[in-house]
């Protein structure tokens, strides 16, 4: 892979830049993984950003007890009724209660008589809810849910066992609560479609972003609502040093949850049926500690690659069952074969058995055009509800072009369809496909010529 690094957009970007617009998206992706996609390159000197050579020669990259949402409705005037569930996470717009109620600091009861008033959160040995453990949030019109007749809909997410405190502030979660699948689209607790932008982080094991200042940097000045936390797997990843690569993970997801972030934990991946016994037990894990907390979505396998979809299908099942067993209900994505590209195929046999299950789809700009939309375009009339974890202005191998036009393309189909997404990557590699320079620092902020023409080009497109 070469590693030229792309200088800050040129004027000519800059015009497109305008036509593209803060408020576009989109996203899809197409064909055969051509040269390879995110298996990068050996690790420089530094030793930050860069990553070995993959075992594929010119890859891309090397490479939650029961219920978690209690909801209960509530009716302006009334005294609330609703209390944060152990470790439980309220997520819904309104003003959270500043009493405690259940013995730790941080348990809650709603303010009597405030419309549309959320809870905060308790911690361990905070008041249970009243309607009991398990269920999910839903419309404002369901029976159970949370959301108030007056307030401003939403979900709380209330819960047996969860360990992470709510958001400080309102964001994103607290505005839009638990995402659900309905028919072909990723929804909000008021089943509202609500799209997603933000960045991906890159592989885990190869980079130094994975801090509470780079989640505050995305939350303050990118504006995004979701940052994706890619777990390496294999190559000096999670295999190898487990607590090292997962402590990476926790600490972007915990300070996520605290900013009112949405939040993918990705196994990333490429043989993820081959360490399926590692990924249950990780995801078992992940969803007893974060199943209270509704901006938590699981991103189970990346990109399969040389695995067809019966197999894929047979480890989702087997993951999405222990995550479910763990009682978290969190939005689960499951990745497609042919580097999360073959949605179509996925459409014709999807999992069965649980509910609040999405499908990956990843695209490269420069190489992935109208073909792969028109297989995404073909599940979502097959009515499966796609995601966009990923997806790169520039080439599949992570280099090359920064294909402006295409991106616009893309991320109107996105747009026109509901599909959020997450661009790849917020990384100082000497790539084309980073967002940032070599020099850019891991602090932030981020801007002028930190950026390199791909961050420069999508940091608007999320605001």
Known sequence: MQTTLRSPVTSSA????????????????????TSGSEIPTAPSSAGVGATPAPAVAGSR???????????IATTAGTAGTRT?????VAAVGGAPSSSGAGGAAGSSLPVAGAAGSLPVAGAAGGALAAAGTGGFAGASSAAGSDASTS?????????????????SGPGPVGQHGALHVKGNRVVDAAGQPFQLRGMSLFWSQWTNFYAARTVDQLADDWHATLVRAALGIETDGFLESPAANEAKIVAVVDRAIERGLYVIIDWHDHHAQDHQAAAIEFFTRMATKYRSAPGVIFEIYNEPMDVGWPAVKAYAQAVIAAIRGAGANNLVIV????????VDVAAQTPVTGFSDVAYTLHFYAATHKQPLR??????????????????????????????QAETKTWLDFLANNGISW??????????????????????GPWSGSALTASGALVKPLIK
Not at 151 to 167: I, K, L, M, N, Q
Not at 422 to 443: H, I, M, R, V, Y
């Open 84 to 88: 944060a569930g152990v470790g439980g």
């Open 151 to 167: 307030g401003s809909g939403g979900s709380s997410s209330a819960g047996a066992g969860g360990s992470v405190s709510p958001p």
């Open 14 to 33: 800059l015009v497109l830049l305008g036509l593209l617009g803060a408020g576009a998206t989109g996203c899809a992706t197409e064909g055969t993984q």
């Open 422 to 443: 997450a661009n790849w990557a917020l990384n100082d590699k000497a790539e084309a496909c980073s967002a940032l320079t070599p020099s850019a620092g891991t602090t």
């Open 374 to 403: 028109d297989k995404a375009k073909a599940a979502l009339d097959a009515g499966l509800a796609l995601f966009v974890t990923e997806w790169g202005t520039c080439e599949a191998n992570g280099n090359g072009t920064v294909d």
């Open 335 to 342: 990745g497609t074969p042919n580097w999360s590209q073959d």
């Open 61 to 71: 990259a090397a490479a939650s007890g029961s219920g978690g949402t209690t909801p």
